[in-house]
């Protein structure tokens, strides 16, 4: 039962986006333009859309913040769609508007269209797409925004990076890199319009943007998403569904469009004999000062037996102890 | 409330492995045989180690079924730990028996080992060494059994084989096979001591491992898991937690040893067009007398949105109907 | 991972209730007007304050409706507090609005001031009674029209009304009662000002109320909820947290100041014999026309073993049986 | 996802009854004696059948436990049936013993029988009853004994007495009293063979149950249960299922035979006016040395707004701190 939780609701062009988020402590400063920071980052990205640019979203806090702080209390954050004016009738509620704008019947690969008007008995596809649309995400960015806030009392940053866009890919070997260089290429990549690191490859990437758009085709890419400062023993090895890379794994394959996971060096340590693959673990003996375990790799992407490990190779053991955890739950 | 409840309890070295599953119909034939099986497959592999002869699991159902029959109540399998009798003292539960065997203090790179004796404050890493192993998957296959059991009273089949072992690739690319293929990978591979489908790459896998062992060392690898003749719509578009990929990541990440998932094609359309990656929509006019939408790729992997879309590149539209769902899931 | 969830946000003057409810299917009319007719009824209700006059409270439905049908996505209804306006500062999400009201720092027995202040730190009593007020439950209201509206389509109606305000009782035994006779004491209790079905019961209750608030006092009282048409078998008997009248109670009693639930006879069966309280099963042979198992008494308020049984007291077995359930979840 | 998780399973007349308990932290001492003493509580009660001798319950931990302490992975409790060898042909999960036993055809009102039969598909009852019985609260006290182990880190305990049989009452307020006189009441009760705390009623309570007996009938009666030292604030007023108070309902409901639940003064409250029902809240400053808020009076049963207050008359606020909380949870 405790724990949070998070429901969100909304369709792409209805009147708005919802998110609820609960369990949350008490006295966290929180507002909207920490949630507005979020979302804007979401509507940058290079080639895309107009759509992008009509919306400009913006977070209202509807319930559990007073006075700049949580209550403890849900959260339910709106965001209004900023071009509800064009769709309210196509997108009414009223039974008045029906058949006001025409019907979506021609179902698009890749999209939800096909199997959810099978699913759920519509002959408008737009019943489906509404919600399927990857506009549905502004609302997880909404919450993840508090989450990350919330983060941020234990001094934790998520931070992403893109790798690969077509064939183009970026030279960095995330899995090997200890925090300070994470965090570093993050900050290089908010600076690219198309959020990679490195400048040259940020600029080959753009134009294999324009060049794909031209033909009106699309690219794939890959992107990492590391976290840093995270306590030793996050996740649990003592059920599945406890298990933090599963919980992880779940979380970003359901984001539209998103085909594979990887934690560390993925699918490339298939390749690999164990000995190569893993990341030795070393030790310092307290009188050198340098206490305790450590590692020289990250293969594992920090993760090992479904629980968060020392993580980065140059953070030794008791780095980031659990007793911060209790803090995080006291509202049993 | 309502829906399937899995969870299961055991130690490598303990008295038994549990699990219970909660919430399938009554009146569906079930017998410690069909657990068996599945029991047998897993304790094959090439290269092994002695434990996996020692095993020889066999379930005992000890509630829930009656006469060969489920009886909508709580189906618990409990599958004793053969070398027990070696293990009574070490892992005896009486506060008697401590000490009776010598801690474990050396933790292993790639094991819960170090985050799980730091996160749960053991001296001792048998501790957690104990849960961590895969030796727990011992109960959720037996629990899976029960599942497959299940799915085929709705003809759904689950199988798998090997697609690579350290840096030997069989050439078989399943996401772009039908049913009938997959399940002939499928029978090729259970003769198989890799479990592969091709002779030539089995025989040269088999022979890698024997190098690596020679050296102590392992080897990575990758296998696919595929579902036939299951019907669309299964998972849903309108919450992130209720898409089917999502969850079927987590399923899969969750494995001891997993480092990365992907649907259908995966990571290899990072590199592609949109057009290139995507599966068209094809369609016969009812007069063909081949009614319906239809594929002639699967690179999706089978499902679009989150949900079972039209699967394999020869089904058609309505093949498998969302009819069949309400059997399943009468016991509200 | 399927069924139906429900999760409510909002503060007592904040901006707005928010309610999201997830997993109904698609297709389902549904309007504002169906949510606002129930939202009416909860602001009824003699001898109540103020507030529920100013409140006169309009669902807006933001999202999972289209043309007047579900969506089968989310539905999030959002209520605005019609005063909002005077508590714009006080309740204001900004640090700037800090302070511009004064703190409540003097607890009320009998609400949740005095343990929520300690358990989430706060000074300001406000911070905890904002959302412990029974205000909250217009967002249960307004979910629980939506859910009725969902009954509507297997013909199940949820009716209640008071037994017994202060010492004065209605004469009503309503487990001893059947379903028409259950629907006419409802539409009676509509007409009632205190919602008792019995004329001079419905005045003396009233001038009770008087009476107490002359001293600036409070009354207790008792009330009856019924459900006439539920499919027989509805819940459970095989896990305790799938038991119906579990999960009933589990609901009554978080309804602000309840302190106790029965159901059917409830705490006078614990005076009796068992062969009083029972409701014993007769039965008819299909010959007489008059098919299947009855009851004459309702003594067990139509729950046996977790599940619905043959509810009233003129129900014959067969009368609802299962079948229509399939129908309710198909989405899954 | 965190949290502690309890499944049982098991059939009245089967091979064994099954608990598992998950999430509870590591290094707790635990022995099957902890789990033994609370089982054979259960066995005792005057004028039961033969088959609670027959009994004789006791645990077998399967997992979770080493050396006498928890691993804080799941702990599964086997209690095997002492009579299985007369029913291991009736209750056999082998095909091959169908019909050894003949079928329970006629449904006993009271029980999940008719009902469960109907929506389970069953022509012998006995596929019912077997789960639906009351010896499947054995593995509840199991799991449950488990957890009064647990709450002893924190200094709760649990405790229960009987209140009335039929129509004889015990004198008892319970409600009105503190911790010493609840502690006083259930040591008495432990001594009477009905397990009521006042020797006078227990005799009474005793000739009824024999007169009952006699004509082959059984009685009705009521029972508290309470907790003393419990923290202040467990529970949370913030959404409806996180109340404590519906949490206690629920659980307690769900018992087989139970039809009614209050808290404190419960359904007496009813007729009462507010001002007498409430508990007023008394405050002492700080130089008499008698420091904070209390109560003189415990109607409420120490639940306010779903969360524990102050509990019990004499109890000060800051007696039972939120501090201990954390350590509960820190294996999030």
């Not at 429901?7 to 929180?30: D, R």
């Not at 293969?299 to 053991?317: L, S, T, W």
């Amino acid at each position: 039962m405790p724990g949070i939780k998070i429901t969100t609701a909304g369709e792409s062009h209805g009147q708005a986006l919802v998110g609820i988020i609960e369990g949350l402590p008490s006295n966290m400063p929180l507002s909207a333009g920490d949630i507005d920071a979020e979302l804007s980052r979401r509507q940058m990205g290079y080639g895309r859309g107009g759509r992008m640019k009509i919306e400009s979203d913006k977070a209202e806090i509807l319930t559990g913040i007073r006075w700049g702080k949580t209550l403890g209390s849900p959260i339910a954050i709106k965001i209004t769609n900023k071009d509800w004016a064009n769709w309210s009738k196509g997108m009414s509620i009223s039974t008045e508007d029906e058949g006001s704008i025409e019907a979506v019947t021609r179902p698009r690969p890749g999209h939800a269209d096909l199997a959810g008007a099978a699913k759920y008995g519509f002959k408008d596809i737009r019943n489906v797409l509404e919600r399927s649309s990857a506009r549905e995400t502004t609302a997880r960015v909404a919450i993840g925004a508090v989450c990350k806030r919330f983060l941020c009392e234990f001094d934790i940053f998520i931070g992403s990076f893109v790798t690969s866009i077509g064939d183009i890919q970026a030279s960095t070997l995330p899995h090997s890199l200890g925090s300070a260089e994470l965090l570093d290429l993050f900050k290089e990549a908010e600076k690219s319009p198309v959020r990679t690191p490195e400048t040259e490859a940020s600029e080959r990437m753009a134009l294999s943007i324009d060049k794909a758009k031209e033909t009106g085709d699309t690219l794939g890419g890959t992107f990492v998403v590391f976290a840093v400062n995270v306590p030793v023993g996050l996740g649990s090895h003592i059920q599945w569904d406890r298990k933090l890379d599963g919980r992880l794994a779940q979380a970003v394959m359901s984001i539209q469009a998103v085909k594979g996971v990887e934690t560390g060096m993925g699918f490339n340590a298939a390749a690999l004999n164990g000995s190569q693959a893993m990341d030795e673990i070393f030790y310092n003996k307290p009188e050198t000062g340098q206490f305790g375990f450590y590692r020289k790799t990250n293969n594992a992407g920090g993760i090992e037996g479904g629980m968060v490990r020392v993580c980065c190779k140059e953070n030794h053991f008791g780095h980031r102890p659990v007793e911060p955890w209790p803090r995080l739950v006291y509202h049993l």
